[in-house]
């Protein structure tokens, strides 16, 4: 086991232990958090584990941080998420297999059922503003697969997504993040969700089906390579 | 629509997904977990029980064959409402339950055939028609108006 898989194994332990705190309200929201020092004695891990732990709180929005006056607690979770964290690269593959599945098919529903209505949200969302921050790109790249899936009509795959939202907002986050320097890869995931659109817009179920799996499967591949594009 | 049928819909989904994924990923261990869930539903068809448990195993051993935890955790998730829509496909309405058992261990066998061949397009196909005729089979406690003729039923 190479000395990165240690420190994110004894951060993943860490991680739990603050969201236990969190949780059982020993850590109460807007209260702050001891400094990475006490928590590293009181844990008995490095600093680096420490700081790779509260990382993930605070890309779950859990937590908060200001240079030099610490970090605060700025939610309780919500009830467990019913699926499972990302915790590793092996994660993430499995999320996007899984999304692949799920969401082709409640793009090919929302292609037979959309209303007038839907369409016009999903025309509005398709686009990601070019120049705009990697959080605001992935902000409305998951806005559209939202309203993807709200079009569906059906509450399973609409609700299955809003169950995964922490799981892919942090995959997203992580793209537009590789990505954020790149004119070229807003205007790619554009073309895709613009594709996606398309094909629902003129409720063609099995174009949609295969366009949403494409675009699912290409943006894991765009990730994995960690370039945003070619 | 209703929460079942809804159900079905996103079970097509979810478990078409899993049974292609599960051929592509199927261990030993798996296909030895499968073939037992089927001859388990099998012993209880044959002694009169047309419980829930049983069929569910089958549909869970398959989620888990994939080797994503994303699938099993779904199925776990849905196990109440999943729990009705079984219950309502095998429930005695035109055929009687043993040939509607019959159908449902023929439609698993296709199922276990597709994965162990590691054809993940049939194996998708194999679980989404079986999924497919279980919604079909429940329709008419809606009280809808389904042809329910031995063939277009299938079962």
């Known amino acids: 086991m190479t000395v990165r898989d240690t420190t994110t194994k004894l951060s993943d332990v860490a991680y739990r232990e603050m969201l236990d705190l969190i949780r059982d309200g020993t ?16 844990f008995g891990v490095s600093r680096p584990v420490i700081r790779q732990a509260l990382a993930r709180l605070r890309e779950e929005g859990l937590i908060s941080s200001r240079r030099g006056s610490g970090s605060f607690v700025t939610r309780t979770p919500t009830s467990e998420s019913q699926f499972p964290s990302i915790t590793s690269i092996a994660d993430i593959t499995s999320l996007a297999k899984y999304r692949e599945g799920i969401e082709s098919e409640s793009a090919a529903l929302a292609a037979e059922r959309r209303s007038e209505e839907q369409l016009e949200r999903l025309t509005a969302f398709s686009a990601c503003p070019q120049g705009g921050t990697s959080e605001e790109g992935a902000d409305r790249d998951f806005d559209f697969h939202m309203e993807v899936a709200t079009a569906s009509g059906n509450p399973f795959y609409i609700n299955t997504l809003l169950s995964l939202r922490e799981q892919v907002r942090i995959c997203m986050n992580l793209t537009w993040n590789i990505a954020v320097v790149s004119a070229d890869f807003t205007e790619t995931v554009n073309r895709e969700h613009r594709t996606i659109l398309e094909t629902i817009r003129d409720g063609d179920p099995e174009r949609a089906r295969s366009a949403m799996r494409k675009h699912i499967h290409d943006s894991h591949a765009r990730l994995m390579r960690g370039r945003p594009l070619g | ?10 079970r097509i989904g979810v478990e078409g997904e899993a049974a292609a994924a599960a051929a592509l990923h199927r261990t030993r ?27 569910f195993a089958f549909h869970l051993a398959v ?17 109440p409402v999943i729990r009705q829509g079984m219950l309502l496909a095998i429930s005695p309405s035109g055929l009687a339950p043993e040939q509607k058992g019959a159908a449902i261990r023929e439609q698993h066998r296709d199922i276990y055939r597709g994965i162990v061949r590691g054809d993940d397009t049939g194996a998708r196909l194999a679980m989404r028609r079986h999924l497919l005729r279980c919604h079909q089979s429940t329709m008419h406690w809606d009280g809808a108006e389904v042809e329910t003729g031995l063939e277009e039923q299938g079962y």
């Open chain 1, 27 to 42: 850590w109460a929201t807007k209260s702050r958090l001891p400094s990475e020092n006490e928590m590293a004695a009181s």
């Open chain 2, 1 to 10: 629509m209703n929460t079942r049928a809804h159900c079905f819909e996103f």
């Open chain 2, 29 to 55: 261990h798996d296909m030895i977990r499968l073939k037992a869930a089927m001859s388990d539903l099998e012993a209880h068809h044959k002694a009169g029980d047309y419980s829930f448990e049983m069929d």
């Open chain 2, 63 to 79: 989620a888990q064959a994939a080797h994503n935890p994303y699938f099993p955790r779904s199925l776990e998730t849905l196990r």
